[in-house]
């Protein structure tokens, strides 16, 4: 499109509407059939309602033994996915609530949470992820002091001295979530398209779910050979993908394949982890359940909700 040229106001109109407008059903002529998709995200709920649900989440999570990674990282890929921006942006505020004098601390949490919605590029896709971070990062401008404080260097220039890494560090991670049928499922992958498995893994799984300290080379710097507190781990990577992919819906058999990648994360917890006990838990079925049903419990007061903003917010 050349500079300085807009769009006709008929095609500027239609991509406003919704993909089909709502009508009087065919069949019955009481029954009001709805529109179709929306061209905005959907809309927030009260967001005095969301506080409170995501503060009864946070208490879950603490009686359960769990840290604030946890409950946040199911809380932020279930949103993201939802496309709620307004949500996202309450869950933030939410998460930094009692830090004003703990830079560290609200900058791990706003880390862990641009670091999942990243992550979410290979379970919901890039338009979504690029609006929601974007609403994430005006949440984090409101706060000049931490938005100065977020590292601006990229973890994920992948050189060719480093490809061999990352090759090894997706292949490691397909087969920590997947044996013992990682083989197999590679192969039904390449039956419905001979380079879906090669992308997969080694274009998600290494590049993006991988921890970027998994494919450091000995020349790096020491900070970026450590995984730090808010990184999105292995436990994490799964609850990512238990969370994004049942909030999405329609893709049940993935949500399955990731419930056993969670129990299976129980090895990749560190006996010293301050809580221990309680991710130990959350690997079990009893733990998969929980997660599921906190999705679930966030679809319904976001997707759900009877009561919605009346004014845009400041954010």
Not at 164 to 185: F, Q
């Amino acid at each position: 499109m050349s500079k300085g040229r807009s769009l006709p106001e008929a095609l500027k109109s239609l991509l406003k509407q919704p993909t089909f407008p709502s009508r009087v059903s065919a069949l019955s002529a009481t029954r009001h059939l709805p529109a179709g998709r929306s061209a905005d995200p959907s809309p927030t709920p009260r967001l005095d309602t969301l506080k409170k649900h995501f503060v009864s989440l946070e208490a879950d999570a603490i009686r359960r033994g769990l840290g604030w990674g946890e409950w946040l990282s199911v809380a932020t890929a279930t949103i993201l996915t939802l496309n709620n921006p307004g949500s996202l942006q309450s869950l933030h505020r939410v998460a930094m609530r009692d830090l004003a004098n703990d830079l560290e601390a609200r900058k791990s949490r706003a880390l862990l949470m641009r670091e999942i919605g990243l992550k979410c590029i290979g379970f919901i896709g890039i338009p979504k992820v690029i609006n929601n971070l974007a609403a994430l990062r005006k949440a984090v401008d409101q706060d000049p002091e931490l938005a100065q404080a977020l590292p601006t260097e990229t973890r994920r220039h992948i050189t060719p001295d480093r490809l061999p890494a990352v090759h090894k560090a997706a292949y490691g991670l397909w087969d920590d979530i997947y044996t013992p049928h990682s083989e197999k499922l590679l192969k039904i992958l390449g039956t419905s398209h001979p380079d879906l498995p090669v992308f997969i893994v080694e274009s998600e799984y290494g590049p993006l779910f991988a921890p970027p300290a998994t494919y450091s080379l000995p020349s790096d710097p020491a900070h970026l050979k450590q995984e730090p507190e808010w990184e999105v781990n292995r436990l994490r990577t799964s609850l990512v993908a238990i969370s994004a992919l049942r909030a999405q819906g329609g893709v049940g058999p993935q949500v399955t394949s990731h419930v056993w990648g969670l129990m299976k994360a129980a090895e990749s917890i560190s006996p010293a982890d301050a809580n221990k006990r309680g991710l130990e838990w959350l690997a079990t079925e009893e733990g998969a359940l929980w997660v599921v049903k906190t999705v679930d419990s966030l679809c319904q007061a976001i997707e759900g909700a009877e009561e919605l903003e009346q004014h845009k917010s400041k954010l």
